[in-house]
Each structure stands twice: as structure tokens, then as C-alpha cells.
């Protein structure tokens, strides 16, 4: 019999309801954890995301929380504990996009962005670590007491004109993960983040809903290929497991090669 990569660990994912995150939730519950599947309006894809699970032989919940309100985060941790006991992984995984022109930014559109993508990973990760710490290692399970991945992007470092609220989002959640990996480590706790490039998701889809957009799009991508949810899921399941043990506080970039600066390929 062949034991599953995650089996039996406790996973929750925020976001989960569609995109990548529903993307993760299910490659994670394939690997064998069981999966809470955060919503934060959209119940019923958090129930499709759960029903596809079950269907395939998995288990899974959803539990509804805004990732920016402290009380509701706390509250969705009660309900992940009542319902599985404990947490192993958390992917941090819950952002949105309010695009402006800078100048024509809106304080609402700033903070929004801010608190969801940013403060929602704090939230969310400081729970999950004073569980790690409480519990401590469980061999049986994993080499490690806990751990972290943070949904980050390839604009942690692309800086991103007419998203400057979102790329500012991005940037912090790459110094939030270093220094909560530093700081955690030493108690067995892995933090990492994903990267993504461009995913077909419902964030960015008039960025290749058309073959026009495709092509533009194609051009700062250099593996050629737009990505797809399932390449983010593959790659949670390995930063999730054991496998990636030795792994810590770094950005894994999953975006066919966005972030090599394609335009100095013939230009500079
Ligand atoms: C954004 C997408 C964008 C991609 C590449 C992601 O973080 O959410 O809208 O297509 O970065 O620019």
C-alpha cells in the first residue's frame, strides 16, 4: 500500500471558493489531507470545490470568513479545530485585485486590497503558528511542526503600473514570509511562498479571454504557455510536503518564466 504525500494532515486553504485556491484545495485533498475550503461570499463554490473533492474519495468542509476581519478569522479556526482537531498546512491563499490608474486610487481601493492580500496572511498565519507551536512535531505525520504557503505572486518583485496597491500587497507579503520563516524555523515551522505567474483564473481573465490578449499576454512568458490552477496546485502539494523538508522562506516563482525579464531577450 502506498501512503499518500499529505496523508492524514489537516489543511487550510483561504480563497478556496474558485482559482487557484479551489485549484489547491483539491490537489492537496488528492495528496491525502483532509481540507478546509475558506469562502469568503461565495458559498456555492466553496460547496462545488468540497462536493468535487468527496467525489474523488477525499474529505472536506467549508468554513466561511472574511480573511481581514480578526474576529472572523479566529472564529474560522474554532470551526476548522471542532471539525479536524488540529491544522499542518495552511496556504495563505485568499487576495483580489481593485486596479486603478494611481493618481485616480481611491483610499477604499488601497485599503481593501491591503487588508485582504496582506493583513489576511498575518491573521491567518499567526493563528496557524500558535497551533504549530502548541503541538508541536507529530512524526507520524511530518518532519515539520507546521507548514505556511503564502500565495505571493510574480509581482513581489515585477513591479506592476496601474496595480500599485496590489504589487505593494504582493512586496509585503514577501518580507511577511521571510521574517515569520526566520523567526519560526527554529520551532519547525516552514514558511514559503508561490509566486504565480499568469494563471486563467477569474482575477485576470481580460488578460487572455480573447486571442488578441493571448498573443500580448504570451510575450512576457517565455515558456510560452499561459498557466493554468493545476500548475499552482502541484506545486502547494510538494511545498507542503516532506518532500521540500529543506525549504524554507523562499518564493517559489511558478509563472513560465515571467520574472526573467523576457523583453532583454533580444532588447537591453
Ligand atoms: C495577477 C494577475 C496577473 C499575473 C501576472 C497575478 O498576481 O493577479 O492578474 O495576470 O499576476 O501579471
Same mark, same amino acid.
Request: proline share 3%; net charge negative; aromatic share 6%.
Given at each position: 500500500?502506498?501512503?499518500?504525500?499529505?496523508? #492524514?494532515?489537516?489543511?487550510?486553504?483561504?480563497?478556496?471558493?474558485?482559482?487557484?485556491?479551489?485549484?489547491?484545495?483539491?490537489?492537496?485533498?488528492?495528496?491525502?489531507?483532509?481540507?478546509?475550503?475558506?469562502?469568503? %461570499?461565495?458559498?456555492?463554490?466553496?460547496?462545488?470545490? $468540497?462536493?468535487?473533492?468527496?467525489?474523488?474519495?477525499?474529505?472536506? &468542509?467549508?468554513?466561511?470568513?472574511?480573511?481581514?476581519?480578526? #474576529?472572523? $478569522?479566529?472564529?474560522?479556526?474554532?470551526?476548522?479545530?471542532?471539525?479536524?482537531?488540529?491544522? #499542518?498546512?495552511?496556504?495563505?491563499?485568499?487576495?483580489?485585485?481593485?486596479?486603478?490608474?494611481?493618481?485616480?486610487?481611491?483610499?477604499?481601493?488601497?485599503?481593501?486590497?491591503?487588508?485582504?492580500?496582506?493583513?489576511?496572511?498575518?491573521?491567518?498565519? %499567526? *493563528?496557524?503558528?500558535?497551533?504549530?507551536?502548541?503541538?508541536?512535531? $507529530?512524526?507520524?505525520?511530518?518532519?515539520?511542526?507546521?507548514?505556511? &504557503?503564502?500565495?505571493?505572486? $510574480?509581482?513581489?518583485?515585477?513591479?506592476?503600473?496601474?496595480?500599485?496597491?496590489?504589487?505593494?500587497?504582493?512586496?509585503?507579503?514577501?518580507?511577511?514570509?521571510?521574517?515569520?520563516?526566520?523567526?519560526?524555523?527554529?520551532?519547525?515551522?516552514?514558511?514559503?511562498?508561490?509566486? /504565480?505567474?499568469?494563471?486563467?483564473?477569474?482575477?485576470?481573465?481580460?488578460?487572455?479571454?480573447? /486571442?488578441? !490578449? *493571448?498573443?500580448?499576454?504570451?510575450?512576457? &512568458?517565455?515558456?510560452?504557455?499561459?498557466?493554468?490552477?493545476?500548475? &499552482?496546485?502541484?506545486?502547494?502539494?510538494?511545498?507542503?510536503?516532506?518532500?521540500?523538508?529543506?525549504?524554507?522562506?523562499?518564493?517559489?516563482?511558478?509563472?513560465?518564466?515571467?520574472?526573467?525579464?523576457?523583453?532583454? !531577450?533580444?532588447?537591453?
Amino acid at each position: 500500500m502506498t501512503t499518500l504525500q499529505l496523508q #492524514d494532515q489537516i489543511a487550510l486553504v483561504t480563497g478556496a471558493s474558485s482559482g487557484i485556491g479551489s485549484a489547491v484545495a483539491i490537489a492537496l485533498a488528492a495528496a491525502g489531507a483532509k481540507v478546509a475550503v475558506n469562502y469568503a %461570499r461565495s458559498a456555492k463554490g466553496a460547496e462545488a470545490v $468540497v462536493a468535487e473533492i468527496k467525489a474523488a474519495g477525499g474529505e472536506a &468542509i467549508a468554513i466561511q470568513a472574511d480573511v481581514s476581519q480578526e #474576529d472572523q $478569522v479566529l472564529s474560522m479556526f474554532q470551526q476548522l479545530y471542532k471539525a479536524y482537531g488540529t491544522i #499542518d498546512i495552511l496556504v495563505n491563499n485568499a487576495g483580489l485585485q481593485k486596479d486603478s490608474a494611481f493618481v485616480d486610487m481611491t483610499l477604499d481601493q488601497w485599503t481593501k486590497v491591503i487588508d485582504v492580500n496582506l493583513t489576511g496572511q498575518f491573521l491567518c498565519a %499567526r *493563528e496557524a503558528a500558535k497551533e504549530f507551536i502548541r503541538r508541536g512535531v $507529530v512524526p507520524a505525520k511530518s518532519c515539520s511542526a507546521g507548514k505556511i &504557503i503564502c500565495m505571493s505572486s $510574480v509581482h513581489e518583485v515585477i513591479p506592476w503600473a496601474g496595480h500599485c496597491n496590489y504589487a505593494a500587497s504582493k512586496g509585503g507579503v514577501m518580507l511577511l514570509m521571510q521574517s515569520m520563516a526566520q523567526e519560526l524555523a527554529p520551532k519547525k515551522i516552514r514558511i514559503n511562498s508561490i509566486g /504565480p505567474g499568469a494563471i486563467k483564473t477569474p482575477i485576470n481573465t481580460s488578460a487572455w479571454d480573447t /486571442p488578441e !490578449a *493571448e498573443a500580448e499576454l504570451l510575450k512576457l &512568458i517565455p515558456y510560452n504557455r499561459v498557466g493554468v490552477p493545476k500548475d &499552482i496546485g502541484n506545486a502547494a502539494v510538494w511545498l507542503a510536503s516532506d518532500q521540500s523538508e529543506y525549504v524554507n522562506g523562499t518564493t517559489l516563482f511558478v509563472d513560465g518564466g515571467m520574472t526573467l525579464y523576457p523583453g532583454f !531577450a533580444t532588447g537591453g
